[in-house]
């Protein structure tokens, strides 16, 4: 059976270009909201491969979408790595110790912590519809560093940014631990069923030029590399949010197969400036969904138009936010389905 999704991303155009969202899986789901409740917790729902898998095929169920994407978190692979990993109700989650205060060789690694994980992608590769393209992901070494070093999100990344600027050897330590436990936890995906795999890197957007191609294009090129060697065939999307004009550089150099871009990027300007062949995802305003209306269908046409051209994966330029209507989602499909 075709996967659009899984043809666009090795290249074809498709007449109607397939549509997933970043966090279809999530908040503004009702459904979703019921089993987190019953489960508990974020960090509960995410370790238990039942209701893991279960919230990965709620979006599928309920509006067909082309790509299921994986129900769990970047921060795996830093709990993976030995840090302790919490979700504190109303606060972000929080890493234990934060490496900015504790070197990376203090922690005691525990590679089972993936194996719930990879029996969710068991259960949904097993449930999925034959025409839906099961989507894996993974954190890019830079911004799970970012969570590693400060313990914690932050709005401008400060403390990890001084602190690859202070000490470069031992933070690019911290980013080779990375991208090498990455690698291993997106081929264990591929192998428990993921047919495809994006790399999010959603702070990329923090760093000047020569530290973005240093902690972000560098690394993300390595486990392009690796993965290609150990799964080949597999499309790599690489999704480096806030890269603006060097997302040209990011597409040649990193080896990626396609490309996701936020919703800052100008998609004609995209359109012209990256790889002609180069399969395209993005890139919506979350807010222009949560507007709805003629905002809605004025910002997807402008999109549809300006990649009409050439591979594209429609979907929003970041993550569905909770407040999101039910009804401006099942628009925004029937507009791009035609």
Known sequence: MTKPLLATLRGERQAVPPLWLMRQAGRYLPEYRALRADKGGFLALAM??????????QPIRRFGFDGA???????????????????????????????????????????????????????????????????????????VATYMVAGRGSKDQGETRRSAYRDPAAFAEII??????TIDYLAGQIAAGVEAVQLFDSWAGSLSPAQFERWVVAPNAAIVAGLRARCPGVPIIGFPKGAGGKLPAYARETGVDALGVD?????????ANLPADMP???NLDPLALIA?????????????????????VFNLGHGILPDTPIAHVEALIAQVRG
Do not use: K, N
Request: aromatic share 8%.
């Open 69 to 143: 994407i994986l129900f769990s978190d970047i921060l795996i692979v830093p709990w993976a790595l030995g840090q302790d990993l919490s979700f504190g109700i109303g606060e972000g989650p929080r890493l234990e110790p934060p490496l900015v205060d504790a070197a990376l060789a203090s922690l005691a690694r525990v590679p089972a912590r993936l194996d719930p994980v990879y029996a969710t992608c068991a259960r949904v590769s097993a449930s999925l519809p034959g025409e839906t393209t099961f989507l894996g992901f993974a954190g890019s070494p830079w911004t």
């Open 176 to 181: 080779d631990a990375i991208a090498v436990m």
């Open 280 to 282: 395209v995802q993005g």
């Open 292 to 312: 709805g209306g003629e905002t809605l269908r004025s910002a997807t046409a402008r999109i549809l138009a300006a990649f009409a051209d050439r591979p594209h």
């Open 48 to 57: 238990d491969p039942q209701s893991a898998a279960e919230v990965t095929l």
């Open 263 to 271: 919703e800052t990027v100008d998609p004609e300007w995209a359109h």
